[in-house]
């Protein structure tokens, strides 16, 4: 995962008026994610209005089919920050972000772990769109 590329200053630190983004798309790739777990385990993408509960439905999802839910807490982190990174009165700190990524980088080892055939791991780079 390459977020933190994109606002990234000459020097390595994060640019200001990227920080709430970048944080902020971690968190949409985890909800994505999330839900591409639940389609490959029941068929179902999540329907919560809620996304915490989709945390709840993908780790009972993960139980009823013998799969490890470890990775479901990093999930669980991201979704508990959204409404921070999103409409937080408090500027989303670096370490906010870079803790972000962290769990979104955790959360795609679980799912690569645990469904190896669900992301598709390699891409055309010469491809026109």
């Given at each position: 995962?390459?977020?933190?590329?994109?606002?990234?200053?000459?020097?390595?630190?994060?640019?200001?008026?990227?920080?709430?983004?970048?944080?902020?798309?971690?968190?949409?790739?985890?909800?994505?994610?999330?839900d591409?777990?639940?389609?490959?385990?029941?068929?179902?993408?999540?329907?919560a209005?809620?996304?915490e509960?989709?945390g709840?439905?993908?780790?009972?999802?993960c139980?009823?089919r013998?799969?490890?839910?470890?990775?479901?807490?990093?999930?669980?982190?991201?979704v508990?920050?959204?409404?921070?990174?999103?409409?937080?009165?408090?500027?989303?700190?670096?370490?906010?972000?870079a803790?972000?990524?962290?769990?979104?980088?955790?959360?795609?080892?679980?799912?690569?772990?645990?469904?190896?055939?669900?992301?598709?791991?390699s891409?055309?780079?010469?491809?026109?769109?």
């Amino acid at each position: 995962m390459r977020l933190m590329k994109l606002g990234l200053g000459a020097n390595g630190q994060i640019v200001a008026p990227f920080e709430m983004g970048i944080a902020l798309l971690a968190v949409h790739a985890g909800i994505a994610l999330a839900d591409a777990v639940l389609i490959e385990l029941t068929g179902k993408r999540s329907t919560a209005v809620n996304h915490e509960q989709a945390g709840s439905t993908l780790k009972k999802a993960c139980g009823r089919r013998a799969k490890n839910s470890d990775g479901v807490r990093h999930f669980e982190w991201l979704v508990n920050k959204k409404d921070y990174f999103a409409y937080g009165e408090r500027r989303v700190r670096p370490e906010d972000v870079a803790a972000a990524q962290v769990q979104l980088e955790r959360m795609v080892s679980w799912v690569n772990l645990t469904f190896p055939d669900l992301l598709e791991t390699s891409y055309d780079t010469n491809a026109t769109t």
